[in-house]
């Protein structure tokens, strides 16, 4: 029933958290860690498939291409998924594709499969990111949305250092044991039969489809005593989860500004990310860094990310998650620069490890900040659109590096991964809202009306 107002402690926000959500946190954490498991373990079979099967570095970059791809797909059509079907059946829709993908990958050496089973697993890996992020912030009190988000987000990154010592391990056993990277990325399959047990429905997507009695009920099983808002009938009539719908309300003039914003974040953040991370061994191999510095590097950036993912628990909540995240992105930013000054291993590596948990951090920022950017009824296909759109646009930028790189040299690429966090920053200075504490309904109902 409804009992609380839109601007009162309605849904989750303002009460504890119980066991079950906790039990949610759980189950979006390992799904977190097994969907990074499968997004690098082609990374560590491509060189036993390029050794022992015949593979070509072109072969190499078409798969690669090809989970590119469905990861783009995934985004878009993963978020439109959980509008449509719901966040609990959306979220283990994507679990299980990826799982299936990665478990008949394990039997596979044939190029052509692994095309076609790449991009299922990118579909699904980016897809799941998609639906979770948005279903945790549904899920929580407005208090605490952007700690748990981190804290979740960094149980399952935990998974990116324990994968490279798996496969490290694992690999030179025996000719087949590469394998078994593949199968380890698979177990997520099991999260399936527990989704299904302990997962509730999100209330407030229910609500959006108007499905008021159910989401009393299901909100009562998830947190006893909990209310539906006052206005839960008017916020059940936007029922209209199409991708029309989403596009004329993201691109609406009462959400046109915060499109910009979010879409300037969520692409500096992603291209930032990724800008010179696949180039940093070549990159450092011409400075004449040795193979042992350039792979302790490599160890340096697995290790920060959920260091750095449960650092910024601490603040993400802090000054209406807009301050938290120009912080992190300025420091980011002068680090990248800082970081181009030097040419010798030793503050470099200081640096990169430093930089490493601001990246990881501003990273976990915009997820929680996309999640609460737009309505109920359109939020996982908009996070979709934004999150699929940044990351292909970023992919297309990568060629630029080597480009840089010879034309201005080091502190030239550097400059320009560290303004890709600098110029976001002022901008969420000048115009980001402030999110943080402030109840989902409340953010989108002015704005709704």
Known sequence: MAGSTVNGAAFFDGREISRCQRQFLWIAA????????????????????????????????????????????????????????????????????????????????????????????????????????????????????????????????????????FAKIIIPISPNSWRCIFILGGLGIILIFFSFKMLRESPRWLVSKGRLEEAARVLEEISPGATLPDNAYELARNKNASY??????????NYIGRTITVFIVVFAATLGTFYLMAFYPAVHLKMGFTASMIASLAIYQNLTVPFGDFGVSFVADKGGRKNPIVVYFLISGFLFILQGLFSNTLPISIIFLIRGLFTSGAMTLTWTYLAESYPTHIRASANGIMFGTGRILASLLLFTVPLVFQTYGYFGVHLVNGLLYIVPAFVVLAVGQKTAKISLEALHLSKDM
């Open 244 to 253: 029309a719908e989403t596009i004329k309300v993201i691109f609406s003039k």
């Open 30 to 165: 390992l799904a977190y860690a097994f969907d990074q498991v499968d997004i690098m373990n082609f990374a560590f079979a491509s060189p036993v498939l390029m050794k022992s099967y015949g593979w070509t570095m072109e072969n190499v970059a078409r798969v690669n291409s090809s989970n590119m791809i469905g990861m783009f797909f995934g985004a878009l059509f993963g978020g439109w998924i959980a509008d449509r079907i719901g966040r609990k059946r959306g979220l283990i829709t994507c679990i299980a594709i990826f799982s299936l993908a990665s478990l008949i990958t394990a039997s596979m050496v044939d190029y052509q499969a692994y095309v076609v089973l790449r991009f299922f697993a990118g579909f699904g890996t980016i897809g799941m990111v998609t639906i979770a992020m948005g279903y945790i912030s549904e899920m929580m009190p407005a208090e605490r949305r952007g700690k748990v988000q981190a804290m979740t987000i960094a149980s399952g990154t935990i998974a990116i250092p324990m994968a490279a010592i």
